[in-house]
């Protein structure tokens, strides 16, 4: 069994739904092309097994990684018509110690765990055209997307089980809208999507898990320390093509990591760090912590 299939059918993942997986189309020519194909849909249950075939297809060796230059990876991801998307300002704040509260948080989780999804197939697809890469680094990438549509899949249930859906609530872009700029740029991207944001939720989710635990929602805290546990392999695996690349053109990590999240990156990093979750990643606080508010 291949590394897709066991995340794919461990107990982690959710039941599919009785209406079963939508149909797909022939088999892709390349991973570059899978992961234009997993991007650009706008179903969502089409995009997970896009996802999952993607994965189990490249796991399995049944895949080229692909270099077309005109296989160009869209500008935005598919996306149905919900949530509407709005300025983060425009988000209300609820206590997490109502039930609307809490839908609200693992509504925005997932839409956070969705855009996750895409911006990994995203760095797949781009980025195989523009630099050749060792075949590891698209093993840890499909490994990263196929994890985050886990995650929004459970989160996705959760939903259901409070009695709504994915989309019943607005959202915002910030998470891609953050990445865009970097479209030219690997080492810039893995600098502001996995070190930056990703390393984030490192940063916050012990905080949730003891706020659903207090409030008796163990069900919700369960997939949460599920995302925490794979997020830090998610930071580990940009930290470790970060300084590959470093490597590569002789820049030294983490002076390279600040220029570049000065560059493309508005405003400081927001402490309290969870520095230990973010040293086993491989992100020390020589690399961020000139980058804080608190200016530690």
Request: hydrophobic letters at 40%; a positive charge.
């Amino acid at each position: 069994m291949n590394v897709a299939d066991r995340i794919i059918r461990s107990e982690e993942w959710p039941e599919p739904e009785s209406k079963g997986a939508p149909a797909l189309g022939p088999q892709p020519p390349s991973l570059q092309i899978a992961a234009r194909a997993a991007l650009s849909t706008a179903d969502l249950e089409r995009k997970i097994e896009e996802t999952r075939r993607a994965a189990q297809l490249w796991f399995s060796g049944a895949l080229p990684t692909g270099a077309d230059p005109f296989a160009k990876m869209p500008d935005k991801p598919g996306r149905p018509d919900k949530p509407a998307l709005v300025a983060p300002s425009r988000l209300k704040k609820r206590s997490i110690r109502s039930e609307k509260g809490r839908f609200a948080l693992l509504h925005a989780i997932a839409h956070i765990e969705l855009n996750a999804v895409d911006l990994a197939w995203d760095v797949i697809g781009r980025f195989c055209t523009a630099q050749r890469m060792p075949r590891s680094f698209y093993d840890g990438w499909v490994r990263v997307a196929l994890e985050e549509a886990k995650h929004f899949s459970l989160l996705r249930a959760r939903l259901g089980e409070l009695g709504g859906d994915y989309g019943d609530l607005e959202a915002h872009d910030g998470l891609w809208e953050a990445s865009r700029e970097t479209g030219h740029d690997l080492t810039a991207r893995l600098a502001i999507v996995p070190l930056i944001l990703e390393a984030r939720g490192l940063d916050i989710s012990p905080s949730i898990i003891r706020q659903m635990e207090d409030v008796g929602d163990e069900k919700s805290a369960t997939i949460f320390r599920i995302i925490m546990r794979d997020e830090e392999g998610h930071v580990a695996v940009g930290a470790k093509w970060f300084r590959f690349l470093c490597q590569q053109e002789g820049r030294p990590p983490a002076a390279t990591f600040q220029a570049l999240v000065r560059q493309h990156f508005r405003g400081p990093l927001k402490p309290p760090f969870n520095e230990m979750a973010r040293a086993r990643a491989g992100l020390t606080p020589d690399f961020y912590r000139v980058l804080s508010s608190a200016g530690t």
